[in-house]
């Protein structure tokens, strides 16, 4: 898109970003099978191993003959790939002295990051069956009082079904932090508040984002989780600078392709809340 309109007399050296959400998501899933991957359309085969029988040990009759071990298996497949691709007219380029270039890589950047974002918390979907709270018909409304205890709820969760303590994560809605942040259980320590940092509940590491998925501002499903859940696998395919044919412009396209499985749906959690 051409920046002819906005030329002034006199040009700022400095950018004018707009406003960017928080990405997190992509913080709470393992790429353990990041190496593996080869272009949009691969996939990847996950294995994953059985329970081994224990049993009672008789020194007459011996341990019997060896079990033979059970696997299952899992496909991540790279089935997503996003793109894009802007210009710089030579004019405007000339009468401006700052990198427009550099600052369309930046955002583009961020897009493609935060629709990968999005991406990755639609895996609430997968969820075992039972490890939820409320539901699209009948949503929680949590309050100031007891907005921890619902996370804490969550953690419980994951406690039943024997998800590991450490790399656990719960992902709310800026309204759902504002809750938090008037609990005094949340706010003890004082550096939470004083620089930012988001905080724990329970053991899990508490992310704010305005990606948590939603139907038109309600029924937010606030997942909570262990890392080893969702397997996310993407890279950059490519990045090139060329000359469009038709334009007197430096033009850069980009291809980002990724997938992502969910391989331990007993290590997810969602809680389906309303905003009051």
């Known amino acids: ?25 992509g913080n709470c899933v393992n790429t353990d099978y990041e190496g593996e991957i080869a272009g949009q359309g ?25 079990e033979e071990l059970t696997s299952a298996q899992k496909v991540l497949v790279i089935d997503q790939a996003k793109y894009f691709n802007f210009q710089v007219d030579d004019i405007d380029k000339a009468q401006a002295n700052v990198d427009l270039l550099e600052g369309g890589i930046i955002e583009a ?23 939820t709270i409320g539901d699209d018909t009948t949503p929680i409304v949590p309050t100031k009082d007891n907005a921890y205890d619902y996370l804490v709820d969550l953690g419980v969760i994951l406690d039943e079904n024997d998800v590991p303590e450490i790399e656990r ?24 508040l004083r ?34 859940a969702i397997s996310f696998a993407g890279q950059v395919e490519s990045v090139e600078a060329y000359r469009p044919e ?29 905003k009051a």
């Open 169 to 192: 994560f719960v992902v709310v809605p800026a309204w759902f932090y504002g809750l938090l942040v008037k609990d005094p259980r949340f706010t003890k320590d004082s550096n939470v």
């Open 42 to 66: 691969s996939s990847v085969k996950i294995n994953s191993i059985g329970e081994v029988t224990i049993g009672n040990y008789d020194k007459t009759t011996g341990i019997g003959n060896p």
């Open 109 to 131: 950047s961020y897009g493609l990051a935060n629709v990968a974002d999005q991406y990755i918390a639609s895996f609430y979907t997968e969820v075992k069956a039972g490890n």
């Open 195 to 228: 620089t930012g940092y988001v905080g724990d509940i329970d053991g899990m590491a508490v992310y704010k984002s305005n990606n948590v998925p939603n139907t038109t501002g309600a029924k937010y499903k606030i997942i909570g989780g262990h890392k080893s």
């Open 246 to 274: 038709k334009q007197f412009s430096d033009a850069i396209k980009g291809l980002q392709v990724y997938g992502a499985k969910c391989i331990k749906p007993e290590g997810l959690a969602v809680l389906t809340a309303n």
């Open 1 to 25: 898109m051409s920046v002819t309109n906005f030329i002034p007399t006199i040009w700022s050296a400095r950018l004018n970003e707009g406003f960017k959400k928080s990405l997190v998501y």
